[in-house]
């Protein structure tokens, strides 16, 4: 499970890397560029370095917050339910959403050690606008299997789920965000998200 979780935390980071600007770029040369982007900062001997880090680290978050659309991947994890949120509440849940991850996702790659990520196919659907890059993430002396699914928005890719041996990002959150919206309001989730994102703010960094 803690491989799992780093893995998530890495091929999270990876896709909040894309490029800004990626209209002529395919879906896997954007792939591609973001791994690029990561590991150069993960990479960084200052990375490794108490005084260094923090801003590494502040990069990285730089690209959470810049260039993922998290507007996305609230819609999706929420699924049809999101219709029923008011203008407000998707925006509080989006920052809330935002959060979680970031707390979630950021400390644990803390724990590269300079593995490496083998892309190694595509499938292509939807017309060419939805597309599965395939890669292997090479630690331990194994191979896992991952992928990122991405889509073609605003003239340019977005990662809208992240998937380690076929399970999905997406599918983990929506399932348990679907529990709770059986019985309680969209409110009473954002509640939920925003006291887990200040939990694992406040964890110790070890226990995260």
Known sequence: MRIKLF?????????????????????????????D??????????????EGKP??????????LNLFDFEE????????????FTPEQKAQFKDAFTELLRNTYIDTLD??????????GEISGGNGKRVE????FLADQKAYPVAFRMLEKNNRWVVYDVLIEGISMIKNYRDQFRDILAKNSPQ?????????AEEQKNKPKEAK
């Open 133 to 136: 890059i395939q890669m292997e």
């Open 111 to 120: 724990e590269y050690n300079g593995q490496q990520i083998r892309f190694t």
């Open 73 to 84: 991947f609230s819609t999706r994890t929420v699924g049809p339910t999101w219709r029923q």
């Open 37 to 50: 982007r990561i590991l150069a900062l993960l990479n960084d001997p200052a990375f490794k370095t108490p």
């Open 188 to 196: 009473e989730l954002i509640d939920r998200v925003k006291a887990k």
């Open 7 to 35: 893995l998530f935390s890495l091929l999270f980071c990876f896709a909040l890397a894309l490029p800004a600007h990626a209209a002529e770029m395919t879906a896997r040369q954007t792939a591609e560029a973001g791994a």
């Open 55 to 64: 801003a590494i680290r502040k990069k990285i978050e730089d690209e959470v």
